[in-house]
């Protein structure tokens, strides 16, 4: 390697020479290749500089003491920068590192967390679920009971990144250990939150929403722990009403009791949930008020659930100049029949 790096030095020595006194674009070029030679061999800025001085003094010995000094100088500066240029280098291959393992987490989780929206019949359902970043801190599910009932699961977590994806996957794997019978909206919500209380740093907390649709009696039973109030739109009047909800954020307390509610859900009627980071869309500084979402997804009202949502993220984005401030959710659910 020393006797290619001599061989350059040489090199750029003759074309230094050549084009000081020539000026042609050949020397250029030349020295363009032999750049790229420096860069193979992890040639620092300021051993070039040290190289161009010394080819100066060969060439000209009787060059100036000034533009001696001012190429001494040109050498500090690069050996500071080609310090800072190092660390710069050392810290995007740390962030691309970082950037990787992230979309490898973020892969892993759309695969955990992963869920289907179920045929219900009589039911029209649509569902969206964007992430602001790489990792989603929402979470929604599906559980479809053997009776034909519907299970559905809104959650967020207060926190992001992986570890929001974490403690998602846990409340997932949670949910699903338990057996069919005690799907209840309230023992969901018991029981979770003492799996959270247990296992979940302090420091990050979960809200959640579960509800059980009974297709047999048009009845929505749910149970909140501290989650964003949803809305229920009455078809027949064309008015919105928010959910009723009340419950501890889950993991405060190992003893939370959670309240259930009921809901009848008439033909046309829709049931809106989502998390906070549709209610707290932005107009520029402003936030936007729970009026003009409903006012949207009334809008929208005659379209299938699923064009509904899209067509509502899609008003919001494009209101946010396409960038998120927060994970968006919204899921809602319209009785056909």
């Known amino acids: 390697m020393d006797d290619v790096i001599k061989l350059d030095a040489a090199n750029y020595k003759d074309l230094l020479k050549h ?12 020295v363009e290749q032999v750049s790229k030679s420096f860069i193979k061999n ?11 001085i010394q080819a100066l003094a060969e ?13 001494d100088f040109l050498l500090e500066a690069m050996i500071s920068y080609g310090l800072a240029h190092q660390e710069f280098q050392m810290l995007r291959e740390k962030q691309y590192e970082i950037k ?12 955990l967390l992963g869920t289907t929206k179920p045929e219900i019949e009589g039911l029209d359902i649509g569902v969206i679920s964007v992430p602001a970043h ?15 009932s519907l299970g559905i699961a809104i959650a967020d977590v207060i926190g992001k990144g992986i570890p929001a994806a974490l403690c998602m996957s846990m409340i997932k794997y949670a949910m699903d250990s338990y057996p069919e019978d005690s799907m209840e909206p309230k023992s969901i919500l018991k029981n979770l939150n003492r799996v959270v209380e247990r296992n979940v740093d302090a420091s990050m907390f979960i809200t959640m929403l579960y509800a059980q649709y009974l297709p047999c009696e048009h009845k929505l039973h ?5 989650h964003e109030p949803g809305f229920y739109y009455d078809a027949g009047k064309g008015t919105f009403t928010e ?82 401030r927060d994970d968006f959710t919204l899921l809602i659910l319209r009785r056909e029949v």
Do not use: W
Not at 134 to 147: E, R
């Open 222 to 226: 749910y149970a909140s722990a501290g």
């Open 134 to 148: 790489q990792m989603n801190g929402d979470y929604h599910h599906f559980v479809k009971g053997k009776d034909g």
């Open 42 to 52: 992890h040639i620092l800025p300021e051993e070039i500089v040290n190289l161009h």
């Open 19 to 30: 084009y000081i006194d020539t000026q042609d674009e050949k020397s250029l070029y030349g």
């Open 243 to 324: 959910i009723e909800t009340k419950g501890l954020v889950l993991g405060v307390s190992s003893d939370a009791e959670y309240e259930q509610y009921e809901l009848k859900v008439n033909k046309g009627d829709m049931v809106i949930l989502l998390t906070d980071g549709v209610t707290e869309c932005r107009d520029g500084d402003r936030f936007i008020e729970s009026e003009e979402i409903l006012e949207v997804i009334k809008s929208y009202e005659d379209l299938p659930a699923q064009e509904m949502v899209n067509k509502v993220y899609k008003h919001f984005e494009r209101l946010q100049d396409f960038e998120l």
């Open 59 to 71: 060439l000209y010995p009787e060059m100036s003491e000034k533009f001696q000094h001012s190429m």
């Open 100 to 111: 990787s393992e992230i979309s490898v987490a973020a892969s892993m989780q759309n695969t």
